[in-house]
């Protein structure tokens, strides 16, 4: 027994040692200033470990990136940006507490987190403490307005566009460009994304004089849907609305298109990642559609740029998450430059006055209710490859 | 009742891979008395061993399947050694809260080390193919997860029935102390069934890669939990229960989804698992044993 | 008359030392001392001694493994969270709503489930607290996966502070009497106690409602103070975390689960600064404090009363 | 009423799948009696106490105390009519100290109520107080008063089988049963727990059944035996008379007995 | 053969046996009787390894194997019925003799060792195929005794071999162990039926909380007062 334990601790103590070493070695990831007083601090609030971690550690490496080339650049204000990062496991309470470490840290601006949710956790403290928060990507209306007062809220932005905008986007699509009269909505149930998404498709769809068969969901980190799917394709649809998440959503399409299902499917700005392609496979992501913010095939030099970039430092392909990332320490950067200091409330009021900012994610200016109001883009995916059908300014 | 029978197709596959984590945790519990809830984890890293094995080394997909077998062997009997022996007469909680431990870390080392983003199999490592039997879809990966899983069932019968390293694992199960006046080693024993119930989570690991053609490092817990459920269901500690567990959720699941509301799968799942053990504690074919006083 | 004196003399003393800790709190916080990063902590530190605590009651001092405590509290949360954010109804109707609420569904719970033993009953109750989840995703009414947001921040130090002192005073209370005995009993011998005059079943029940209830009372202040509760957050691996605290601060020792709530809340603190390793160093924390020390931090011991001039009513 | 026994078993029959574990049992015990239920391992003797006490529930037959039927009650509700046992294999509340083994013990007379414990009301206090007195009491007789603070797992075997008496005399029982309470002790410690046997029954005015397979203690303190050999009474009498009958030599020595 | 010295055996807080010391001769039966609770399976589990005495030493074939772990135990030689016969109930017949056969390697001489066990007990040759908890009591203990015999053991430790059988099966099993014994195999009997292991055994010990009080041979204590006395009362 006591040997067992002693060779426990061995291997303990070399697991502690590897991941000391590891954290040494990967130490580049957070440059610190070259002063300490001559630096701006960043906090980055994201999910790095729990349900969604790889949107937070997508998210993350975007701002990293954007951090990094503006430091090389010379930094903002003649001052160098230094990231902390922190790790809030996907869940509301601890990005709570981690804003408010954040803020005691005297951050100019927060980062993150990913979800509405924990965005949300968030809120009270940026509120309070009069710091803005930037939201990469959460999407719920409720994210930046209170719901019941009607109120803006003043210290949240988001660089993504909301739920409404994407619904109605491709309801519309489908109606007109797709003839589509009869649709089955399959969503993610466990996100307030997908089912915001769901619910502005079906009012616009159902408006247009559409009609929605069947609304099926799943849950995340569910990898079968073929039972779902089966009965689905017994509903014979002309168009299918898959609001989600790529993980979700490429076995998703790749078990309908086995099944037999040939009916055109529409998606969202979650469907924007390079697995979608490697998971799903061209043949059946053909006839497929969905709304997003950006295209990393997009031949705008500047998305060139980035995904070149991107890949360079990370060794793979960015998602629309790391785009969001990257462009919310942009935007801010941009709003540092309009306010003329590195001071909180100074920023905001900059934020909520930016105009025509060209980020990777398209060309935004911030509404009285800090949502971007930017071009959103339907893209097809035809071989695998992602082609621009239409862009739609709202 | 086209749809039917496509609904037990895809049930069947789920639930060949269910049975095949069930195993695992039967046979542990079986023969220590203890959830390991590290089991799912185990799994992902054999799916992750089978990834590396395709991606790098470029084999084909049997010979990943037996790398991951065979390198989850070696950590599940590592594992058992450093975590779970010097826990073996500390009482069950300790050793359950040590599963968890153990659990969390493996997610975790796994994301430390590779990130959490999913990793794609390759199309390459199994082109999928469709054939229609009678209108239904059968895919050719459907019958790779179905064949492979009941190979493997059958080759876990043979050794448990007929070699002697098998009876042994039985014997210890039974009467550890009865078990050692045979001469027989409880520690390599219980080491043995460690290696054999990761390799099974292994397999169905790859099987799980080939199926979703995705790994990633927090794939293992929801299967995890659904094949625990699957040990529990057939009756934990008692292999044929498990592997009849496992199809059982698999069709329940489908079926669920099929006629019913998805989002409420779970809840059925979690509820038929209830209401078995309230009217029947041990498991469809657990033996009720009473105290002795 | 000489033990009388002693028993009030202690409790004055008591009395004082948790006044004292109060005050100095509520006066740090008044006076914007205390940064609102530890006000947080604190908050959490609370929560998860109420959650430690009410657990320790099931699993420590009954011996009922139960794995649905998070179940508890989201009912709590959610009862709370409708009496107050959608019903305007007072923070106190929805505390004891909720204390109310989540009892019930203990009750509700544990009737048909504590028949089961062992391993049986902790998956029945994992089982149930997975449900309460799914369910909780798939009522509109309270926004399915999104959760309730925006609820009012009603939970200040005072409730805190008052709640987790009641969850104790109440749980050590039942402990230290004769219903205690009984409870404890079950733990030790089930049989055994039954065969002397023990209705098992009623006191497991007890225990199950009492500590379900008190979990829902953590649901309600964590509503209130964190602003926004969603189903995913009660998930089976909240359950997890509030077992570790019970099982690392010594099954049976109340004392050592809010130690290990305490000790958990300011670890987690502790290991934000490393965001990319942190779940992997709590892992390893975990699995080399069971291999040291597999009966948690105190045992089923308490604190030793003398030294800390007896913070709690204890035996004698 | 002089002529109703404290209990009388009828016709009582168990088996466990299919093996016949007690079978036709019958048996009466008066009040203030002693009597002992002897018989080989295996006898079935624990059996038939596991059926008194409702730990198991009988096939056929009933068990009349104080003319009232106790198959199908809950141990508890039969602890709580009067019926009190320890344990062959040691039963107690390990990680306990010896005071709270014996408190546990008289829960069922519990003189206060759960919401006077927890808001600790002067009631609680008296209530403690008369708890520990009385248990106490118990421990003094039983010389265990300066052990009470131990825990029960740290005594010696033979403490620990007292405290198993000790424990089942608080629950204040009208009918004691003793199942083999002189195991694995020696000669010395038995004779002074026959003695503290005899004064229990007196000063209680107790029943007591016991089980023994160590016929010494029997002969010198029971008034009457019952010898059981493969769930059956084999005979029933007088020590005397028992000692000289043939049948429970055989079944006690084996067939060879000189 | 067989010497244990001055043992001491702790379970917790309790002194299970106090410096107890017995010899078996090679080629005996030694009979070690007691009441319940004295402390007579605690010494063959002692021997058989899986107690661990605090203090003394266990000696067998000049050989000390105080401290070798209970498995290895029987490759020395010793194998044990335990007491409650401990059968593998959900293994067939054949399963659980060729678990006896643990450590042995030639298939054929163990195929060889379970004809002989099936002769010696014909019924169990009947039920080889039955799972071995659907036995009668008479029937487990047969095969507890056939299980230790496919040791090929040179000590064989029985447990109580009588407990719970019927005065017939308990005069065949006895009849057996005097037939196993007259074959070289050496026995350790813990009995509680007293006369009936006196009866068979050449040396007997009486144990009494974990001490020895009386020893002597068989025979003799067979009609001595004493044990009468401790049995049947004074």
Redesign the interface.
Known sequence: MRIGKKIAMLVLALFVFSIAAGCGGGGGATPTGDKAGDAINVGINVELSGGVASYGTNARDGAILAIEQINKAGGVLGKQLKPIERDCKSIADEAMSISAALVGEKIVAQIGPLTSGDVAGSTPVMMENKVPLIAPAATAANVTVDDKTGKTRDYIFRVCFIDPFQGTLMAQFASNDLNAKKAVIYCDNSSDYGKGLAQYFEKTFTANGGTILAQEGFVKDDRDFRAALTKIKGLNPDFIYVPGYYQEVAPLIKQARELGITAPIGGCDGWDSPDMVSVAGNDALNNTFFTNHYSSQDKDPQVVEFVGAFKAKYNKEPDAFAALGYDSVQIMVQGLKDAGEANPVKLTEALAKIKDFNGITGKMSIDDQHNPVKAGVILEFKDGQQVMKTRIQP | MLEFAQQIVNGLSLGAIYALIALGYTMVYGIIKLINFAHGDIMMVGALVGYFSLTLLGTNIFVAMLAAMIACAVFGVLIEKIAYRPLRNSTRIAALITAIGVSLFLEYFTIFLFGPAQKVFPETAFPIKAYAVGGLSILNKDVFVFVSAVVLMLILQYIIKWTKTGKAMRAVSLDREAAVLMGISVDKTISITFAICSALAAAAGVMLGVYYNTVNPLMGIIPGLKAFVAAVLGGIGIIPGAMVGGFVMGLLETMVSGYGNSLYRDAVAFGVLIFILLIKPSGIFGEDTGEKV | MQKVNNKWIKLGVEVLILAALFTLVQYLITAGLLKQYYQISLASMCINVILAVSLSLINGFTGQLSLGHAGFMAVGAYIAAIMTNMLDLPFITGIVAACLGAGLAGFIIGVPTLRLKGDYLAIATLAFGEIIRVTLQNIDYVNGPAGIMGISKLSTWSWLFGGAIITIVVIVNLVNSSYGRAIISIREDEIASELMGINTTKYKVLAFVVGAGFAGLAGALYAHYFYIIKPETFNFLKSFDILVMVVLGGLGSTTGAIIAALFITALTAALQSFPAIRMVLYALILIIVMIYRPQGLMGNKELSMKIFGRIWGGRN | MDEINLMEISKLDKSFGGLSAVQDFNFQIDENELVGLIGPNGAGKTTVFNLITGVYKPDNGCIMFKGENLVGMAPYTICAKGVARTFQNIRLFNDLSVLDNVKIATHKNVPYGLMSAILRTPGFYRGEEEIETEALKYLEIFNLKNKKDELAKNLPYGEQRRIEIVRALATRPLLLILDEPAAGMNPQETQELMELIRYIRHEFNLTILLIEHDMSLVMGVCERLYVLDYGQIIAEGTPSEIRSNKRVIEAYLGEDVG | MLAVKDIDVYY?????LKKLSINVEQGSIVTLIG????GKSTTLKTV???TRPKSGSIIFKDEDITRV????I??RGI??V?EGR??????SVI?NL???A??RKKKSEIDEDIEMVFTRFPRLKERRKQTAGTL??GEQQMLAIG?ALM?KPELMLMD?PS?????LL??EIFDIIKDINSQGTTILLVE?????AL?IADYAYVI??GEIVLQGNAKEL??SEEVK??????
């Open positions: 917790g807080a309790i002194h299970a009441a319940n609770g004295a058989s390894g899986i772990l209970p498995e290895k029987v490759g194998s044990q335990p401990r059968i593998f109930a959900a293994m399963e060729e678990m006896g643990f450590l009668s009591g299980r040791a109580e407990m719970g059988l019927a005065p308990v005069k509680q039926n007293a006369n009936m009866s009494e909380t067979m009609h006395k401790a049995y049947l009362g004074g």
